[in-house]
């Protein structure tokens, strides 16, 4: 198990990636404004948006033509590290751009909220978060919570 584990923590990581609003030619710039601030990139043919809420709450999913209409649907997804990471990615460059005080997530199911609560114990993905201003304040109401510092 401790491989595995050696595993897991080696393949989480913020994951550079274009992002923008004008898909599929993604200017690594473009976000839109209402209410949340939103932005999307394309990982194996698959279009995923990144939502910031009012109250900071990070959210993902997959859309077909409107980055505002997004399915909860991850099904599609290949490698959930990568996936992860880009997210990350792109939640942080909103976030440099438009910062909250704080930032939550949670899974959308159990198994995603597992690997979540893995993830966020891991050291080297923290100091990259922290890198960027924020570091993890714990889980608290089924939501994982980092605050700016």
């Known amino acids: 198990m401790k491989i595995y584990d050696d595993m897991v923590n080696e393949s989480i990581g913020i994951s550079k990636t274009d992002y923008g ?4 030619n993604l200017d690594n710039k473009n976000i839109i404004k209402q209410g949340s ?9 698959i279009n995923y948006s990144v ?4 109250e ?11 980055l505002k209409q997004i399915s909860n649907t991850r099904t599609k997804s290949k490698n959930v590290f990568t996936l992860f990471g880009k997210i990350l990615y792109v ?27 893995r993830m966020v ?3 080297s993905l923290l ?7 924020y570091i993890y304040d714990g889980f608290e109401d089924g939501l994982h919570w980092f605050i700016k510092v």
């Open 21 to 24: 609003t004008n898909l599929p």
């Open 37 to 45: 601030y939103i932005s999307g990139f394309v990982d194996n043919d």
């Open 51 to 54: 939502h910031i809420g009012v």
């Open 56 to 66: 900071g709450d990070v959210t993902f999913g997959v859309f077909e033509n409107d």
């Open 91 to 117: 939640a942080l460059e909103i976030l440099k751009r438009y910062p909250k005080d704080e930032i939550s997530f949670d899974g959308s199911d159990s198994r995603l909220s597992r690997l979540y609560s």
């Open 121 to 123: 114990k891991n050291p």
């Open 127 to 133: 100091k990259e978060i922290e890198k960027h201003g």
